[in-house]
């Protein structure tokens, strides 16, 4: 039957707002985009087709919604940088914020001339950072260190996604592991991390959204949120080489505390950039 995009877009809006659930109209046209299976953004505003399968698929999106289930785990893919991510329940979502974090990273490579070198991220998640970074240079190679087994199935999968499998080697790890070092290797030119970096009691504050889909272990930081820096800070300058960059995503108002617990460690704070928000959000420092 033919149906108004519109319409269908603002009756969708109003169910959730009633169940509880904000959402965007962009959000909805998205869902609407994969139930029609057609291409992201080639959704004509005027009127669809809309079938009878079409539309069950359709509404059954929008329950999944009023469960506060994200738009991109009903997905099943998030957009970051200049690529499309598989995401599952597994991993974090890649969030826009840390496209800083891989933008500064890309930057300081090709300033430094460290397009061969050898990268590092610690809590990969879906690879979106590591494979990112990867995909910009050729003769760059990676490893990637996580916790999580089953996020390091999805961010090998992105890997091939992006055509960087060959180039990034995925390891399960546990940074407060005693025997860490051995397994993580050494000598890198660029150490990336976005660690958890939420205080345990504002964990409940999250957005149902955040905290019933998100993994916990990428999200809870310990009771100051900076546990995973500390130790962070104590392996780095055994990863690092001389010369070598550390960049670290940081919570709000984590930046300068963050910057001091390195300096401790010997590296000097080279920048803190701020993100779309203007909240201080990336941490460059130098060996
Ligand atoms: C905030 S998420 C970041 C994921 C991804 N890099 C991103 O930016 O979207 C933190 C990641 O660190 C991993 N992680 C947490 N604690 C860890 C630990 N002790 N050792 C290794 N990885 C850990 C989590 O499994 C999670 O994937």
Not at 157 to 183: C, I, P, Q, T
């Amino acid at each position: 039957m033919r149906q108004s995009t519109n319409l269908i877009i603002e009756n969708a809006l109003q169910e959730l707002k009633a169940a509880g659930v904000e959402s965007s109209g962009y959000e909805i046209r998205l869902l609407l985009e994969e139930a029609l299976g057609v291409e992201a953004s080639s959704l004509v505003y005027g009127t669809i087709d809309f079938s009878e399968d079409e539309e069950k698929q359709f509404a059954k999106f929008l329950e999944k919604r009023k469960r506060h289930i994200p738009t991109d785990k009903i997905l099943g893919r998030r957009g970051f940088y200049k690529y499309d991510f598989k995401v599952s329940e597994d991993v974090l979502t890649p969030r826009p914020d840390t496209e800083i974090l891989v933008e500064a990273a890309i930057e300081k490579i090709k300033q430094e001339g460290k397009e061969e070198g050898k990268i590092l991220e610690l809590g990969v998640g879906s690879g979106c950072i590591i494979c990112s970074v990867l995909a910009e240079f050729p003769a760059l190679n990676g490893v990637g260190i996580d916790i999580s087994a089953k996020a390091l199935d999805v961010a090998k999968e992105n890997a091939k996604r992006l055509g960087v499998d060959g180039r990034v080697d995925f390891r399960l790890g546990d940074w407060f592991a005693k025997d860490f070092l051995s397994s993580a290797g050494a000598g890198y030119d660029v150490l990336l991390s976005n660690p958890p970096y939420i205080k345990s009691k504002e964990i409940d504050t999250l957005d149902a959204e955040v905290k019933n889909y998100d993994p916990m272990i990428a999200l809870d930081g310990g009771p100051d949120g900076l546990e995973s820096y500390f130790q962070i800070a104590k392996l780095a300058p055994s990863l690092v080489k001389n010369g070598g960059y550390v960049f670290l995503e940081v919570g709000e108002d984590q930046a300068r505390e963050v910057g001091q617990i390195f300096n401790k460690a010997g590296f000097i704070t080279e920048e803190i950039k701020k993100d779309f928000s203007l909240i201080e959000r990336c941490v460059i420092l130098k060996k």
